[in-house]
């Protein structure tokens, strides 16, 4: 058994320190900053301890929210608090500053970031369906310079994501809602707060009238990875919102779907109640 | 009723504020955790990872260096190997069959957690593994193929009494016991119909705020000081000083502040003690194990899971004529103490109604598993949930509405309970009934429910429960205990004090402010000239253990009684009467200047009407009982099936009421407790492990959670033991989740039968009604 004294941590104080340490093999750790999921994982032994951590948390380069003409630009280290309590991100993110509402409780809030929940890359990680709908991209860096890779391509698989040893998430670009879009959060837990989901979805679109204009829906703790369902969202573009309309796309959101039993809930109501969060968020898309 | 009237002036019936509260809400109480005992090591425990096999070795590897540390084993212990409980069968380790996941084989203590850690990981096990039962599922298929064999089958015929607990009736059965009234087969013979149905629920977690945690602490005399966190600082001293060979009065035991136990720490510290002990012992320094939250929730104690199957017969006019209950819990490993939890279990599976003909059957079925242990309601509430779900059943096959069956059937004054008890004294049926119906608009609510109406958005449904629980031990058990209590007269800074000397403990339910008002008001003085210090063997009597919701109503009424008779001798010195504290403070000065310290030590007594025969559980099966309706109201999402709890009305019975502010909060916190139980707790067994091991996974309600409660109290005081409290601390727990269940049926028309009831149990049962209803 390793003990929480026996590892190193480093505290670069700018990113360019950082991107250093990570660069070489011998002063390489694990990326720290909230260590909401990091710190549990290691004492109960979920993930083996490294021989080295790396703070990231105070590193100036990674906060902040800022937005530009079309996309919200957040910060690799903003916290799940900052985000909810975002104008920039309630304005222009509401899905996402819901899902960040409903992590954790408070604690947990003030101290775990957007990229420390990506990079986690839990099946249940809250934020993962807000972050797919927008089709946003993230800017990963390493000493030799940036790259940036749409979400959608970013979780590769269970617990994988596209992050080379020496690359750090730097941070998220996500396009903004549109005049007329709506979107939002639903969350289905065991319970009110504090919880791990056992489906969570997001979506957002627009509507004219009764008919669907256009219509992104991303799922979370249905599959390995947080999903969107592309074939859905062509199928249902251009329908008029009625009860069979609303019938159908529930079966064919089921349908598409192949979760799992765990702890939290059944494959067979992960699978039905998929359905019936994507009717509800039709109903309210399409609702006066 | 004098003393009462006096007391309504004084400070019983009064919200007084906790006076523990500052200490705990500053940070100064101390807990296991926080006592900081001078070279003390640290314990850690080797485990079985086996569900059952036989124990070859358990060797330290050569090759590891333990110079600095101590290990023991089964071979190390002193006396007989053996934590005492009911049945004296329990290893403190185990030494030849091991008999489920987690058991304790071995302790290493070193000067630091990581040195004990890191020598524990060089002990070597040689098991070989034998064949093991797992789950309550394979009890209750034994059981329904006639393979699970009991006293009451193997030796006597039906309806001839029943049998005490003792050693394992059968390699699956750990007791069995029957309560018999009437004839049931008659009562079967009167009915226009019979409905049966079953019931089950799973382990429950008490999770306490704080982990197991004591310290053991060798004495110069050679005998051993346990301190820490537990329930029942003469537990340990029983259950222990055999073990470790030591007579009881050198086992030592003292409690420290306790952050919550709900029975978890009945028992179960009596084990933690006896790791602790050892290492002490061998090594000659001070031992301490605490739990951390995986270790806490994986390896100790769980309410026992249970199937219960009710057999009924009704007339149409709603008359019951029959009631047989098979009554099975999963006792897990050991017996510990699951014959008493199944008493209490079989006395409550029957109990709330009036019928002639009773057979109430109860088992232990043995598993390896864990062994299941005390939690608040102690059998009651898994009885409760049976009885109570199948009451609307039966109201429903009689064409009746729940209340209205349950206001025709109820037990009043002048009715037997199923052990041929009469009810006499003290009787809050059916005041809590009505009372509750009538605060809930009941009826109204009832006739709208949407009972699984298409096209709604919302269903929504109201739900009751009617139950009793028995106040203290079981029969005669309060007088057979003997407890004791003692107050002592003595000078604290030159000014003068009573102190309470009970091993009552106070564990977060109040006991140290009501005991305290109660002696405060025998006394005739202010809560400040009261202390009452964190029991200790040493130094107080025995006033038996803090369970069973006895201790306002045994410990206090016999603290009254104490207080009562000081004061009387004070007065009769003095020659004129105390009148508050500030006479209290010249007469007793006066007092002990003349004569020195005084202690007055009183006795709990039943009345000499108390007739209880443990052989064939008839009589008086409970000094009294408490009373309690709950209803329930809940809200279900159609397009989720998520079910919401919004209001919880309830009325209580627990006789005279101490304290208003901190029955209620007790209340409230029960009900939660029982809200987490009825739609929310699960911990299921995989592989012979509790498949959830943190506070992730073990989800209990938050604030977001609790409905809204309104709570009352009546009054039905205890008759025989002023200032006439009854017992409280377990009855929130009883008979939500019926309430609930009872609400969800009539919110969705689909009647739920296993706890906890979820989103997805009651999506597979619309699937399946949905699927009879298209055919």
């Known amino acids: ?288 | 009723m004098t003393v009462a009237e006096n007391s309504r002036k004084g400070l019983v019936g009064r919200g007084v504020s906790r006076v523990d509260a500052s200490d705990k809400v500053r940070g100064l109480a101390r807990y296991a955790d926080d006592l900081d005992v001078p070279g003390c090591w640290h314990g850690v425990i080797v485990r079985s990872p086996v569900s059952r096999g036989t124990l070859r070795s358990v060797k330290l590897d050569p090759a590891c260096d333990a110079s600095k540390a101590v290990v023991v084993t089964a071979q190390d212990i002193p006396g007989p190997n053996i934590v005492v409980m009911h049945d004296r069968a329990m290893p403190l380790l185990a030494f030849d069959e091991i008999r489920y996941i987690g058991e304790p084989l071995a302790v290493v203590a070193a000067p630091t957690r990581r040195q004990a850690i890191e020598v524990a990981e060089h002990v070597r096990i040689e098991i070989d593994e034998l064949p093991a039962i797992l789950t309550t599922a394979e009890l209750v298929r034994k059981f329904k193929a006639g393979e699970l064999k009991t006293g009451v089958e193997q030796n006597a015929p039906r309806g001839v009494g029943g049998f005490a607990g003792g050693a394992p009736e059968s390699p699956d059965v750990l007791c069995s016991q029957s309560i018999v009234k009437g004839d049931v087969e008659k009562g079967f013979a009167e009915a226009d119909q019979i409905v049966e149905a079953e019931y089950t629920a799973g382990h429950q977690e008490q999770l306490y705020i704080e982990p197991q945690g004591l310290v053991a602490i060798p004495q110069k005399d050679g005998g051993i000081l346990i301190e820490g966190s537990m329930q029942c600082p003469y537990y340990i001293q029983h259950e222990l000083h055999e073990a470790l060979n030591l007579p009881a009065g050198k086992l030592r035991v003292r409690q420290a502040a306790v952050g919550g136990a709900f029975g978890g720490k009945e028992e179960f510290p009596s084990m933690l003690a006896g790791y602790c002990a050892l290492p002490a012992m061998k090594a000659k320094k001070p031992v301490k194990i605490v739990y951390d939250r995986h270790q806490d929730i994986l390896y100790t104690t769980k309410r026992h899971p249970v199937w219960v199957r009710h057999k009924t017969g009704v007339k149409k006019d709603g008359t019951i004529t029959a009631l047989k209950v098979d009554f099975l819990l999963d006792g897990g490993a050991y017996l510990t103490l699951s014959d008493v939890v199944m008493y209490r279990g079989i006395l409550h599976a029957a109990m709330g109604y009036r019928c002639d003909h009773v057979f109430v059957n109860g088992i232990v079925g043995r598993t390896n598993t864990f062994p299941s242990g005390a939690f608040r309601g102690f059998g009651a509430p898994q009885a409760i949930w049976g009885v109570e779900s199948h009451v609307d059943a039966l109201a429903r096959a009689c064409g009746m509405t729940p209340h209205e069956f349950r206001l025709k059937n109820c037990l009043r004054v002048g009715d037997t309970t199923p052990t041929g008890m009469v009810l006499r004294d003290s009787v809050g049926s059916p005041a809590v009934l009505e009372e509750a119906l009538k605060t809930s608009r009941f009826a109204d609510k009832f006739a709208k429910c949407s009972r699984g109406r298409k096209g709604a958005r919302k269903w929504y449904g109201i739900g009751l429960s009617f139950f009793a629980h028995g106040s203290g031990f079981t029969g005669d058990g309060e007088s057979k205990i003997g407890t004791k209590v003692a107050l002592d007269l003595g000078f604290e800074n030159a000014s003068p004090v009573v102190f309470i000397r009970v091993s009552s403990t106070e564990m977060g339910q109040g006991a140290l402010t009501v005991l305290s008002q109660m002696a405060a008001d025998g006394l005739g003085v202010d809560l400040d000239r009261v202390r009452y210090p964190l029991p200790d063997t040493g130094l107080v009597p025995n006033s038996g253990p803090t369970v069973a919701s006895r201790t306002t109503m045994v410990v206090g009424s016999t603290v009254y009684s104490a207080a009562c008779k000081l004061r009387q001798r004070l007065e009769e010195s003095a020659g004129r009467p105390i009148a508050g504290s500030k006479s209290f403070e010249q007469i007793a000065s006066k007092y002990l200047a003349e004569h020195g310290p005084l202690r007055v030590v009183e006795a709990f007594k039943l009345p000499d009407t108390v007739r209880w025969d443990q052989a064939t559980f008839r009589g008086d099966a409970y000094p009294a009982f408490a009373w309690g309706c709950n209803v329930a109201e809940v809200e279900v999402d159609t397009r989720t099936l998520e079910i919401k709890v919004k209001k919880v009305t309830a009325c209580f019975d627990v006789g005279r009421v101490i304290n208003p502010v901190l029955v209620k909060g007790q209340v409230e916190g029960g009900l939660t407790q029982a809200l987490g139980y009825a739609v929310m707790e699960k911990i299921g067994i995989k592989g012979g492990r509790f498949d959830a091991n943190r506070m992730q996974t073990y989800v209990i309600p938050t604030a977001l959670d609790v409905p809204e409660y309104d709570i009352t109290f009546v009054e039905y005081p205890y008759e025989f033991a002023a200032p006439g409290a009854k017992g409280v601390g377990e009855m929130p727990m009883d008979g939500l989740a019926p309430a609930i269940a009872n609400a969800i049926e009539a919110a969705t028309g689909i009647r739920m039968t296993d706890l906890p009831i979820t989103p997805e149990k009651l999506f597979k049962e619309v699937t399946t009604k949905c699927a009879k209803d298209a055919k």
């Open chain 1, 1 to 288: 058994m390793k003990f929480l004294e026996d590892m190193d941590c480093a505290f670069p104080k700018n990113l360019q320190e950082a991107l250093k340490l990570m660069a070489d093999e011998k002063s390489r750790g694990r990326p720290i900053a909230g260590g909401t999921d990091l710190m549990v994982q290691w004492s109960s032994g979920v993930l083996p301890m490294p021989e080295r951590a790396i703070d990231l948390s105070g590193l100036p380069e990674l906060k902040g929210v800022s937005e530009n003409t079309d996309s919200v630009v957040i910060g690799a280290a903003v916290t799940h608090a900052e985000m909810r309590r975002s104008p920039i991100v309630q304005v222009h993110l509401p899905s996402l500053a819901q899902a960040a509402a409903t992590i954790g409780g408070a604690q947990i809030q003030a101290r775990g970031t957007i990229a420390g929940s990506v990079a986690n890359a839990s099946p249940a990680g809250d934020l993962g369906p807000s972050l797919l709908i927008t089709n946003g991209r993230v800017v990963v860096a390493s000493k030799a310079g940036e790259r940036e890779i749409e979400l959608a391509k970013f979780f590769l698989g269970y617990r994988k994501i596209d992050l080379q040893p020496d690359e750090l998430i730097v941070r998220f670009i996500l396009p903004k809602i549109h005049a007329g879009c709506r979107e939002s959060f639903r969350k289905l837990g065991p319970r009110a707060a504090q919880a791990i989901s056992k489906v969570m979805g997001s979506y957002r679109g627009s509507a004219k009238g009764k008919e669907v204009k256009d219509f992104a829906v991303a799922l979370g703790s249905v599959a390995p990875i947080p999903i969107r369902l592309p074939e859905f969202e062509q199928w249902i573009v251009g329908k008029e919102i009625g009860k069979k309309v609303l019938d159908e796309a529930e079966q064919r959101v089921a349908a598409m779907i192949k979760p799992i039993d765990d702890i939290r809930s059944t494959a067979e109501y992960r699978q039905w109640v998929s359905g019936r969060i994507v009717r509800g968020f039709l109903e309210e898309l399409v609702a006066e």
